[in-house]
């Protein structure tokens, strides 16, 4: 892949900021097409402009969508399809650290739906062309792994509505969005388009620009840590040594934590379905 690299088009959600940026910069450094997914366009020509001084590449292009909204997701997948004829790599990277519950004229918790629902309802609008680009890959942004070993889905509760936590709520987008890799992956046997997970490390981040003074004190313990690039993020959407590797999770220095063999594949089929019908988006695979 690594080869062909310039011919293809890799979308990145959260391009602008945090493991979504450190990614884009990091692909745009090896001369990859890169299209990154803002709300803001202006943020997004910021981002890119800042991006091709760093990185010498200017190839670097934006869509405009709010990933809170089921609408804005199925009307940026068209336009992605419309503008391109392919793609190879999917990178849901967006995310959002929110301390108050915001229902959506959808009906669907924003917090939820930014940090889960986004990356299952964009990958299923965006897998026909992934299909007909591959082989391709599908990245998820995951977490740290102490956490995830003790993932739990609340499907009672799932989108956190009825004691709204904003911490307890990230973390159960976090653990759904593991289930969402490995069942994608699952389904996807036999299509050459692989599906993983991946802690990304400590990126730099503007996740806790809105946390109370607590969060944004350990939040600074971590600043000499961060990076700017996200290594895990461009080796699994670029490195030809793991073409075929699918359905696992992968640490920020490029082990596989075999977490695929603790996760229950009922409980990644159950949150399937349930996606399903909370984005009405049926799938057939
Ligand atoms: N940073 C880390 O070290 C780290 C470590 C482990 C896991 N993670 C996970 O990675 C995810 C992203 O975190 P981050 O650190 O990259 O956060 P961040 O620096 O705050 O960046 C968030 C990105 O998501 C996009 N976004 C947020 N809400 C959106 C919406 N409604 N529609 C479209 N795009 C939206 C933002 O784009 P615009 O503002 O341009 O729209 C921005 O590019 C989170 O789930 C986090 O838990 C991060």
Redesign the pocket.
């Known amino acids: 892949m690594e080869n062909n690299l310039k011919n293809q088009i890799y979308l990145l959600?959260?391009?602008?900021?945090?493991?979504?940026?450190a990614t884009a910069i990091g692909l745009a450094q090896k001369g990859a097409k890169i299209v990154i997914?803002?709300?803001?366009a202006r943020?997004?020509e910021k981002v890119l402009n800042e991006i091709a001084q760093r990185t010498g590449n200017e190839r670097g292009e934006y869509l405009v969508?709010?990933?809170?909204l089921q609408s804005s997701i199925r009307k940026v997948a068209d336009e992605f399809k419309q503008k391109y004829d392919n793609l190879h790599v999917l990178a849901n990277?967006?995310?959002?650290?929110s301390f108050e519950k915001q229902i959506t004229p959808e009906g669907i918790e924003?917090s939820f739906g930014?940090?889960y629902l986004?990356h299952f309802l964009l990958t299923n609008q965006l897998l026909d062309i992934l299909k007909d680009s591959s082989p391709s890959r599908i990245i998820t942004?995951?977490?740290?792994p102490s956490f995830i070993k003790h993932a739990k889905i609340n499907f009672d509760d799932l989108q956190s509505v009825d004691h709204f936590n904003g911490m307890k709520s990230?973390s159960q987008?976090?653990y759904a969005r593991v289930f969402f890799a490995f069942e994608l992956a699952r389904r996807l046997q036999g299509e050459n388009i692989t599906s993983n997970v991946f802690?990304?490390?400590?990126?730099?981040?503007?996740?806790t620009?809105n946390a109370p003074w607590y969060m944004k004190i350990l939040a600074a313990f971590y600043k000499p840590f961060?990076k700017d690039i996200c290594e895990i993020g461009v080796y699994l959407a670029t490195d030809p040594d793991i073409q075929n590797i699918s359905g696992v999770f992968f640490n920020d220095k490029k082990q596989i934590v075999p977490f695929h063999e603790e996760f229950d594949p009922n409980i990644g089929q159950e949150l399937w379905a349930i996606s399903e019908q909370l984005t009405n988006r049926k799938t057939v695979y």
């Open positions: 959600t959260g391009g602008t900021s945090g493991v979504g940026k997914i803002s709300r803001d943020n997004a969508a709010d990933l809170s990277l967006a995310g959002k650290l924003s930014v940090n986004s942004v995951g977490g740290n990230v987008a976090m802690n990304p490390g400590v990126i730099k981040s503007n996740l620009a961060e």
